[in-house]
């Protein structure tokens, strides 16, 4: 069984700062692309940032230069470091990883998804 376990979500006020982590856990035997989603109420599921195994990131337009993505390839984990978050930021934030279970395998998963409120 493979699970991705978050944590690092709640309220803060505009301007604030918060850091979400996000680590596989299970029979993993290696972690290829982890992305940070989000998901705001009566809105779809958009794409936050994406981060490769290697380190290569790319960023929504919207979160670019308040918004980090990194990763430990030894820890299965991947974090967002939100600074100067906006009250359009107020979302469920979703982890994905493409986790591959043995050398040919791999599957597709997501985390349950902490909420950040930012409040006025």
């Known amino acids: 069984q493979v699970h991705l376990v978050e944590s690092g979500g709640g309220l803060v006020q505009s301007g604030g700062s918060l850091r979400l982590s996000c680590e596989g856990t299970?029979?993993?035997?290696?972690?290829?692309?982890m992305a940070w989603y989000r998901q705001a109420p009566g809105k779809e599921r958009d794409l936050v940032a994406t981060?490769?195994?290697?380190?290569?990131?790319h960023y929504v337009d919207s979160v670019k230069d308040r918004y980090t993505i990194t990763r430990d390839n030894a820890k299965n984990t991947v974090y967002l470091q939100m600074n100067n978050l906006k009250l359009e930021d107020t979302a469920v934030y979703l982890c994905?990883?493409?986790?591959?279970?043995?050398?040919?395998?791999?599957?597709?998963?997501w985390g349950q998804g902490p909420q950040v409120t930012v409040s006025s």
């Open positions: 994905f990883a493409e986790i591959h279970v043995s050398a040919n395998c791999e599957f597709d998963y």
């Open positions: 299970g029979n993993i035997y290696r972690i290829n692309n």
């Open positions: 981060i490769q195994r290697g380190g290569e990131t």
